[in-house]
């Protein structure tokens, strides 16, 4: 089956700074990559996603890269705010069905 | 619209216990799923359901059992707790499959078993 590696599992950032997360997969039918933000004491969001037809995906100041040859995609937030601390996830999934495979997250804190 | 609800927030089991978790949308979603939520290990998909009746195991399904009689709702029950189910639990829904549909997700539900 799919396998989601991310990294790094914690990220601390200066406000106003990048960070960047970064996810393998295993399986190359998957073909579909969403990102999802998860505030403490809530579910998990989806903030962007990217399909395998497209190398790259921007939304405001978030943005999502895709090497479907070396199979790693990557999540970028720009002028880091405080509002963007939380566990972030990768995942992955084929055409048919909604099944989801995640990496373990990564715990970003922006300080003020 | 309320989304996807869950209950109850916080459950404390005694192992051996049985219980069931609610899960329920109202946004006439076709698909919906459970997953499990660990440290370090991301959400992991224990079932998943496509429709009404039609239900098949993810990656962790063991010691877990769903039914879906109704669209809007899909329990997650537990026929003997272990501790090894200490966990959070997250249910999902999306308007279908074969697409990529968004899925929404519940607030979750913190189980400890003792």
Redesign the interface.
């Known amino acids: 089956?799919e396998n989601?590696e991310?990294h790094p599992?914690t990220l601390s950032v200066q406000e106003g700074d990048s960070a960047v997360i970064k996810c393998t997969y295993s399986d190359s039918a998957s073909n579909?990559f969403?990102w999802?933000k998860q505030e403490l004491?809530?579910?998990?969001?989806?903030i962007i996603?990217i399909?395998s037809n497209v190398g790259e995906k921007k939304d405001q100041r978030i943005a999502v890269t895709l090497n479907k040859t070396a199979k790693h995609f990557s999540l970028h937030i720009t002028e880091t705010q405080p509002e963007d601390s939380a566990v972030y996830?990768c995942?992955a999934?084929k055409?048919?069905?909604?099944?989801?495979?995640?990496?373990?997250?990564t715990r970003v804190l922006v300080k003020p | 619209n309320a989304g996807?609800t869950q209950t109850p927030k916080f459950q404390v089991l005694k192992t051996g216990q049985s219980m069931t978790l609610q899960c329920a949308q109202d946004m006439n979603h076709e698909?919906m799923?459970w997953?499990r939520q660990d440290p370090?290990?991301?959400?992991?998909?224990i079932h998943?359901s496509?429709g009404a009746g039609i239900t098949d195991q993810?990656?962790v399904p063991n010691g877990y059992n769903v039914s879906r009689s109704t669209t809007e709702d899909f329990p997650l029950r537990l026929l003997s707790a272990a501790p090894s189910q200490t966990s959070v639990y997250?249910c999902?829904s999306?308007y279908g499959?074969?697409?990529?549909?968004?899925?929404y997700?519940?607030?979750?539900t913190r189980l400890t078993v003792t």
């Open positions: 089956g989601v991310q599992s579909y969403p999802y004491g809530k579910g998990p969001q989806l996603d399909r996830f995942a999934s055409a048919a069905g909604n099944k989801l495979t995640f990496g373990g997250g | 996807v698909y799923s997953y370090g290990m991301g959400l992991r998909l998943y496509v993810g990656e997250f999902a999306s499959q074969g697409v990529f549909y968004e899925q997700f519940g607030p979750g």
